[in-house]
């Protein structure tokens, strides 16, 4: 099992059984995960940019505007980033306040934007993206156009400073706790895809692609 | 309706139309998350925690250990905090590539930490914090002892500088996009809590509680 080597910046010290380090969970989580956040420094202030992005073998890739003021200023200062990702799976209800607690998936990324500037590696950036939002999406769409090619920016992120937090399971409670008359357990989390709505302007007659049903 | 001034940095300059700075808007949002990500800077480093959080009044408040080595250090050195808060709500597929979106709703809020001193506050954070995660739960558990209490540290945010940025409705295409025979539309996306899973070790008899059904 290939592991991400621990460093000052990801060892887990406060809980540290619940660190993991090995490329396939970190990378699990990563693949699952809709959005991440991107942490900066600028002007010694902490910035925090919400954004979609996708994995790519050892690399994470996120897109936006050539006018994107945040994606411009990571990729040409070579800013040092922080990247997460979060899922809350459970509550975890125990017996005692103090013991209440979440099931939890997390993992940090510590790493410095490149601006993408190869076509193939661009290209593919967005179709992967696409598709992981929406598996079978790619083929399914008008692709762009060499003006819309020119508007997009894609930032490629190295993966080789990483760690998972993970907490799964029930709760733990005090021994005397056991014995009182408090229901106690998970109440699981879970995000789901509703059924979709086709748009206002939709053309009549076109029915609901199979890999949205 | 009561807005937040805008500042250099709550201003939403991309996309800028998306931008919201009143505070009902930005508190909905705050109280249904159920975490938060921090971020701070470190020896010029940038930084990001995933946790739980609540908000009373025009406070943000997040717990922990004493042992905490971010919280003492958010604390102690009073470190400027920026505090994110993501729901992804659905997956906008236009007819173009390029046109994809995902609804969203986000909050950024700069504050920094104050560690609260006061009991009475400490403790109503702690209530409200249990019954954003389960409403009703609070009533129904073993409440901290005084050895919980000293383990246990709450830092408060005063959120002052805040803005949400949000997202809603169907594709936007370019207009000759409109007549390709291409399927377009939301998928929502919604988080849902499931039938809740019983501790192993729940005492023979006690029924599952009224607020979890």
């Not at 000052?8 to 969970?25: F, P, Q």
């Not at 993992?107 to 993408?116: G, H, R, Y």
């Not at 709760?171 to 989390?189: N, Q, R, T």
């Amino acid at each position: 099992m290939e592991k991400f080597p621990i460093t000052d910046r990801t060892e887990i010290t406060r809980l540290a059984k619940r660190g993991v380090y090995d490329k396939d969970t970190v990378y699990a989580i990563l693949d699952e995960a809709m959005f991440c956040t991107i942490a900066y420094v600028r002007d010694g202030m902490p910035f925090q940019i919400p954004t979609g992005f996708c994995r790519i073998g050892d690399k994470l890739y996120v897109h936006g505007s050539v006018g994107s003021f945040y994606m411009r200023e990571l990729a040409e200062k070579k800013l040092p980033v922080c990247i997460t990702v979060t899922f809350m799976d459970g509550l975890v209800l125990a017996r005692s306040a103090f013991h209440h607690s979440v099931n939890y998936r997390s993992v940090v990324v510590f790493s410095e934007a490149k601006k993408v500037e190869d076509q193939d590696e661009l290209y593919m950036a967005l179709e992967v993206f696409t598709n992981k939002l929406q598996p079978g999406r790619w083929d399914d769409i008008r692709k762009p156009n060499a003006g819309e090619w020119k508007a997009t920016m894609v930032l490629s992120f190295d993966i080789q400073e990483a760690s998972a937090k993970v907490r799964t399971g029930g709760p733990k409670d005090d021994e005397e706790d056991y014995s009182l008359d408090i229901w106690a357990g998970v109440v699981p989390l879970t995000t789901t895809r509703l059924q979709p709505v086709p748009d206002d302007l939709l053309k009549a007659g076109i029915a609901i692609p199979g890999y949205l049903k």
